[in-house]
């Protein structure tokens, strides 16, 4: 096998994986539309015990498609949807796309002036939102061109006896309260879900869909942690294709297989594969609107999905769960974790913890990142390589190049890694330089997602990711690289998990510095840190030892559930200026703090 353009030999570690797929010259809706003909009566849905089938889902799209009509949606105006996982959430997402119209997904929890630069920066006119985000939409509203707010409940699907008791607790009566004060004022502008449905029953024209493969269906916004959101322009065909992919890599999937969408709409992950895979497939979505990682193995025994998807930490969570009753998790085929880096300790962990709980499962690592759609590169079922994450899917190509160059370097040398296949995005909405730096021609004539991740390849095409390049610690002219670190510090016994991020030094330039999660909170002591410490300078080079240590209860996380590092960088940016370092190089201070997050404070009042 050649070193350029390297493409995964499938055959080699995928039982019946095709190497190539076709994909189709449609719309996303359309997609689903023939497949869901094939399976009718499956269970498309299921939200706190309403089911609807795939039949019944295709008429709400339905539905919903002609209400936006009537509202005067057009071929190519963007409708943003400011919703969690509720079912009205993914039929808005559908309707829109048969009418050949772009959905904008925002994530309801963001900011006022996150929400205004969103609708602002894409002229939406148009917006579907969760009530419990009204108060903030109402607030900037006036400074956009939205013409219509379509308001929903999450209670408005759940059966009956969960709906009303759903509508006692606070944060529904006060979301009620604001909704209803703001059609007071303004009623022309704002409509409930059930109002706006009705309103499509006076649209009678047949609706047209022929919007096509290479036409913008979505707009999600980058996960990175840095400066302001960008844009990424998803097409039909970038979405079938991840569907298609998705579904032939994983190879177990069945139709009627339960898949618990935990992984937000909103969120590439959430919307390509725990929806449109699945409804691609012909499986059942399980949709989770509000997801807390203290109640997921409620949720496992609730429902016994097949499938689950998620991030690290959820997994983490997991594993500190002792109430799964041993021998209960057969129904588990498939367990997936995206999003964030995978230590090796924490993926040993995992997997020991399923097979203690009857699951005849090993976790699968996959690789993407929003501008390739989601999930890219995936483990192979039942082939793994300790430190990879896996194979690329199919018609999916991985190179390793020098950083900002289309320089290959030979196998097993680190590099970035770039992407080329049909999940690559089409941009960033309205950002031409971000865009061109970001999608690249190279000398063999393909574009090319640069990643600005930092990996490897060895000589059978498996990919091995160590981090973003930007994470790099430079200390004394030597690379550390922090979730090398972490790996090290999170196989220490007392220790859930750690962030590891880069300090100003005097002479140093960078040191390292780490913070601890410990699985018992009350061993945060000197003792605990001593260990750690020992067992970091056993396992570590000197020169990546880290500088400074600080117990937290919690890290901070994005709004996708991801370590929040750059946070951390704030805080010591600020902390620099009183930050006294002793420069002999053998007395170098370890300090210890042990800071409660204001969540987790706040949360103890509550109970209190």
């Known amino acids: 096998m050649g070193k350029k353009s390297v493409k995964t030999p499938w055959h080699a570690y995928y039982d019946g994986v095709k190497k190539h797929l076709e994909y189709p010259d449609f719309s996303v809706y359309k997609l689903i539309e023939y497949t869901a003909s094939r399976h009718l009566n499956n269970i498309s849905y299921n939200y706190y015990g309403t089911k609807k089938t795939y039949h019944e889902f295709l008429k709400q799209i339905d539905e919903a498609a002609r209400a936006f009509k009537a509202l005067g949606v057009k071929h190519k105006d963007i409708v943003s949807i400011c919703m969690p996982n509720t079912p009205e959430a ?90 209803n004060k703001i059609i007071g004022k303004n009623n022309k502008k704002v409509a409930s879900w059930n109002e706006f449905i009705r309103l499509g029953r006076t649209y009678t024209k047949e609706i047209e869909d022929d919007f096509k493969g290479k036409e913008i269906a979505a707009i999600l916004y980058s996960g990175g942690t840095t400066g302001a959101p960008k844009g990424v322009e998803l097409t039909n065909l970038n979405l079938n294709a991840i569907a298609m992919q998705a579904f032939e890599a994983c190879a177990i999937l069945k139709e009627k297989d339960k898949v618990l969408a935990i992984m937000p709409i909103f969120h590439g992950f959430g919307l390509a594969v725990c929806i449109h895979t699945v409804q691609y497939f012909g499986g059942t979505s399980i ?273 996708v559930g991801k370590v929040a590092y750059n946070v951390l960088e704030h805080e010591e940016e600020a902390k620099n200026k009183n930050r006294n370092f002793n420069t002999e190089e053998d007395k170098e201070p370890i300090s210890v703090e042990v800071v409660e997050d204001d969540f987790v404070n706040q949360i103890k009042k509550d109970k209190n």
């Open 287 to 559: 949709l989770v609107p509000q997801f807390s990682a203290k109640t997921f193995d409620k949720l496992l025994k609730k429902y016994e999905p097949n499938i689950i998807i998620g991030v690290p930490t959820l997994y983490e969570a997991l594993i500190k769960k002792q109430s799964i009753i041993p021998h209960k998790m057969s129904y588990l085929k498939c367990a997936i974790s995206g999003g964030d880096s995978l230590s090796i300790e924490l993926k040993k962990k995992i997997d020991a913890f399923f097979k203690r709980n009857g699951a005849d499962i090993q976790i699968r690592e996959g690789y993407g990142l929003t501008e390739c759609g989601s999930v890219s590169c995936l483990t192979p079922d039942k082939y793994y390589r300790v430190g990879s994450i896996g194979i690329p899917l199919p018609d999916t190509l991985y190179k390793i190049v020098k950083p900002n160059t289309d320089e290959e370097v030979p196998y097993g040398e680190e590099g970035e890694i770039v992407i080329n296949g049909p999940t690559v995005m089409h941009g960033y909405y309205h950002s031409r330089k971000e865009t061109k730096e970001t999608l690249r021609k190279h000398s063999d004539g393909l574009i090319w997602l640069h990643t600005g991740d930092q990996g490897l390849m060895d000589n059978d095409g498996f990919i091995y990711f160590k981090q973003r390049i930007k994470r790099m610690i430079v200390s004394s002219g030597y690379c550390l690289y922090p979730g090398y670190i972490e790996n090290v510090i999170d196989e220490h016994e007392a220790v859930s998990m750690s962030c590891v991020i880069g300090i100003k030094h005097p002479y140093k330039v960078q040191v390292a510095k780490a913070f601890i999660v410990l699985k018992n909170h009350e061993l945060a002591n000197e003792e605990t840190l001593n260990s750690i410490k020992a067992h970091c300078e056993k396992n570590l080079s000197r020169y990546s030892w880290p500088y400074e240590y600080e117990f937290r209860e919690e890290l901070p996380k994005t709004l």
């Open 90 to 179: 993914i039929i808005a997402f559908y309707a829109i796309n048969k009418i050949g119209a772009i959905s904008n997904l925002i994530h309801p929890l963001s900011g006022e002036n996150e929400i205004k630069y969103f609708l602002k920066k894409t002229s939406s006119k148009y917006i579907v939102c969760i009530d419990v985000s009204i108060d903030k939409i109402n607030n900037i509203v006036d400074d956009t061109k939205i013409k219509n707010i379509i308001v929903v409940s999450a209670a408005d699907s759940m059966p009956p006896h969960l709906s009303m008791a759903y509508r006692t607790m606070n944060i529904s009566k006060r979301a009620r309260n604001m909704v």
